[in-house]
């Protein structure tokens, strides 16, 4: 059983910054792709961003290339999304993934989750 525990969030104002931590415990962290998701109210779930399981390839839905960036230390067993230029349509709950062997943009597709995590940007 792995257990993703993530950190950071919060309220921010448009053009700012935050960086999103997930930390995993249980089986080898390096041998799952992670991603990170959003569900904003009243919409589904969607892919933001996700990264392999060597931290070398990494893979962006279109709003988030250019602003967002994934990364991984696997000596930490930590998985880490970097959120630059926050607009207020990136408000929504964040989830950080883990479990296929390749990083893959459906939420189907993995097994263990975070407990989730509010972005707001507003003024």
């Known amino acids: 059983q792995v257990r993703l525990v993530q950190s950071g969030g919060g309220l921010v104002e448009p053009g700012g910054s935050l960086r999103l931590s997930c930390a995993a415990s249980g089986r080898t962290f390096s041998i799952f792709a992670m991603g990170w998701f959003r569900q904003a109210p009243g919409k589904e779930r969607e892919f933001v961003a996700g990264i392999s399981r060597s931290g070398t390839g990494t893979y962006y839905a279109d709003s988030a290339k250019g602003r967002f960036t994934i990364s991984r230390d696997n000596a930490k067993n930590t998985v880490y999304l970097q959120m630059n230029s926050l607009k207020p349509e990136d408000t929504a709950v964040y989830y950080c993934?883990?479990?296929?062997?390749?990083?893959?943009?459906?939420?189907?597709?993995?097994?263990?989750w975070g407990q989730g995590t509010q972005v707001t940007v507003s003024s």
């Open positions: 993934a883990g479990g296929p062997s390749v990083a893959d943009i459906r939420a189907s597709r993995y097994d263990y």
